[in-house]
């Protein structure tokens, strides 16, 4: 059980980090090796490392190759414009780190299933155990747009665009690996906190494929489903969601860069940490389209009770158990499976 809970909240770049493939900015034409022989080379890079591994990072190596190129570019998440160069950003940037500031939000990006992915300080920074509701959910997405007819059809005005939600979106994760995978797909984000909807937005038209005109996202900002428009009503072909879901009693199992960097409100779900997923199981029957999926994303010793409440709605349950056998999504759906 510890276990368990330790790993489902757990946050550190143990678990969660990689360098990207190549850097985002000035570089693009540099490889990844090229970039860390470089920065390994600056003469500040030892000290960076011996203070960072002093400080208790496991990947003292990785976090001072990142910060040492984010202390080099000009936009760096929550920081102040550096007034000497980059020798006070790296100063700045280093000493958040030091003091327990998870590493993607000082330099606003996280490397998610090959996507970099903007993040801002305060804001839910997502885990890689998502990739499974990720990858799902462009499955199931993709066999709506398949049974509609060809992909360059769609939204012609002919077929149907498959329409998908990421609720509690946070960056937008889910939508953004949709919207990589699935470009006729119409996506809709939603969220509590206005400036993650806005970072969702971002990112999905950072992913949406090359070719697009322009991305079709809409962003919202929601309490659960409430706060959706009215023309979605019964028209939505998949909701997917990593609710809040660690329990209050799990508070202790927490690491201190997700308590004191992260918002509760995006951490825990109440005493069985089911408050949020139950609400969004019950308001979901409201938005859903007949033959549409819901797809959560939990925890495995949560899965029967979500999956009762579930059934006393008639809806019928899957569940998918993630590879570490700790992490599930459960996939909901009205009436009978195709
Ligand atoms: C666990 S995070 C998941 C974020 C994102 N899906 C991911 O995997 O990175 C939960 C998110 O739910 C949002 N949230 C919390 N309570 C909410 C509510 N009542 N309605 C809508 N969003 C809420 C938080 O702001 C947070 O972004």
Sequence with gaps: MARSLRDRVSTGIVTRFSLPPESRHSRGFDSRDDINSRVQADSRFPQTVATLRAAGCVFAEDEAVILLEAAAEHDV????????????????????????????????????????????????????????????????????????????????????????????????????????????????????????????VANVEAYARAGESSANVTGHVLDCLHGLPDELRHGIDVIAAVPPYVPVTAVDFLPREALDFEPSTALFG???????????????????APEGALLIELGQDQVAEATGFATERELEAQSHLGEEEQTVVLELRPGHWN
């Design 270 to 288: 109440g005493v069985d940490g089911l408050d949020l997923v139950r609400r969004l199981i019950a308001e979901s029957l409201d938005w859903l």
């Design 77 to 200: 998440a929550g920081s102040a414009p550096a007034v000497g160069g980059s020798e006070q950003r790296l100063d700045e940037l280093v000493a958040r780190r030091v003091a327990g500031e998870p590493l993607e939000q000082i330099v606003g990006w996280v490397d998610f299933a090959g996507m970099r992915l903007q993040v801002r300080p305060g804001v839910f920074v997502p885990r890689q155990r998502t990739r499974m509701l990720a990858e799902h959910t462009a499955t199931v997405t993709k066999q709506v747009a398949d049974s509609r007819g060809s992909g360059a059809e769609s939204g012609s005005g002919t077929v149907p665009r498959p329409v998908v939600l990421e609720a509690f979106c946070g960056v937008g994760p889910v939508a953004s690996a949709v919207a990589a995978s699935v470009p006729e797909a119409a996506i809709h984000v939603g969220d509590a906190d206005e400036q993650a909807v806005r970072c969702a």
